[in-house]
């Protein structure tokens, strides 16, 4: 029964670390376009990006 309840935190674990790499190739990704001249202004950008994770618990 360990051995299940292991397996699923892994499970959780590496789903949760490609969540971040997903997360992190989408802000880049943002940004590359805002640096092109797409997308938003990158102060509204950061502006957002920080109120949203000021108070989280990372």
Same mark, same amino acid.
């Given at each position: @029964?360990?051995?299940?309840?292991? &397996?699923?935190? /892994?499970?959780?674990?590496?789903? @949760? !670390? !490609?969540?971040?790499? !997903?997360? *992190?190739?989408? &802000? @880049? +990704? /943002? ?8 997308? *938003? +202004?990158?102060?509204? #950008? #950061?502006?957002?990006?920080? /109120? *949203?994770? *000021?108070?989280?618990? &990372?």
């Amino acid at each position: @029964m360990a051995t299940t309840a292991t &397996v699923r935190k /892994s499970d959780i674990i590496d789903a @949760m !670390e !490609e969540n971040q790499k !997903e997360i *992190r190739k989408m &802000v @880049m +990704d /943002s940004y590359h376009d805002m640096e092109n001249g797409k997308g *938003r +202004d990158y102060k509204e #950008f #950061f502006a957002e990006l920080e /109120s *949203r994770y *000021r108070n989280a618990n &990372v």
